[in-house]
């Protein structure tokens, strides 16, 4: 794999998930062992994506199940929401756009920086996500008692 694949990167943006979900949304998770996956397509039902640029370009992705996102989101708004609308899509945005801005936060303690786009919000299970062609798809697990999110990163050096 890839040598920005590296604990020093990839650690902050778990660690960043981790937070945002606890802090903002008072929802805990627990991550799994991470996997390549390599088909490019969403696994939740909803799914925030955004491209980075800076210490490597790629594309960092948050994909949701219905349940996870609907309390992560519930909690956030003090909402009582029970289907994924445009309000939740919304959310998973300004969530995506959160972790990633925790995670530039924390990486630039060890002088490695990065900006970010504007977030996707990609709906539906199985749709395509613009990660990086060519280049492996880095999945970590998170379960919680609300249902499961999986955190996606793709990078180059190039």
Known sequence: MSE????????????AVLNVLSTMA?????????YLNNNGLAV?????SVGIDGYA???????L???????????MLYENFTEINEEIADAVGELT???SGQARSILSESDISFSAGTPKVIH???EKIDHIPSVPVL????????????????????
Request: neutral net charge; glycine residues 12%; charged residues 10%.
């Open 4 to 15: 920005q694949y590296n604990v020093q990167f990839i650690n902050p943006i778990l660690r």
């Open 26 to 34: 008072n929802v805990e998770v627990t991550p799994g062992k991470p």
């Open 44 to 48: 939740g039902d909803i799914t925030g």
């Open 57 to 63: 370009i790629g594309v960092i992705s948050l994909s």
């Open 65 to 75: 199940s219905k349940g996870v996102v609907l309390t992560i989101v519930n909690n």
């Open 97 to 99: 756009n959160m972790i």
């Open 124 to 126: 539906g299970k199985g």
């Open 139 to 158: 999945a970590v697990p998170f379960s919680s008692s609300h249902g499961d999110l999986v955190v996606e990163i793709s990078l180059s050096n190039s």
